[in-house]
């Protein structure tokens, strides 16, 4: 399978093609947008964009993991996680993908 990584640079030149604005405003709107998305994360809130998925942040307690290698028990600090939960039409989309 073909690995490619979509990148900002990607994502500006689609909405240069598909929207019209120049190359430099493409950047500034996905720049934008990205920004906005991750303020939000950071503050808490959840982001949901439709008929693709919705990005959040948990908290994880405080617990004790083990090392694989050495058996040591380590404790394992409280943290946030960011966790993203793909809409079932962006699942159907993946899925059909595969079949390929």
Do not use: C, W, Y
């Amino acid at each position: 399978m073909g690995e490619k990584t979509l990148t900002r640079m990607d994502l500006s030149e689609a909405v240069f093609r598909e929207v019209g604005l120049s190359r430099n405003e493409s950047a500034q709107l996905v720049e934008g947008v990205l920004q906005h998305m991750s303020d939000a994360l950071v503050t808490g809130q959840t982001v949901k964009i439709s008929s693709f998925g919705t990005f959040s942040v948990r908290n994880k307690a405080a617990r004790i993991g083990r090392n694989p290698k050495t058996g040591d028990e380590v404790p394992i600090h409280p943290r946030r996680v960011l966790t993203f939960r793909p809409s079932h039409l962006m699942k159907d989309r993946v899925a059909a993908g595969n079949k390929r």
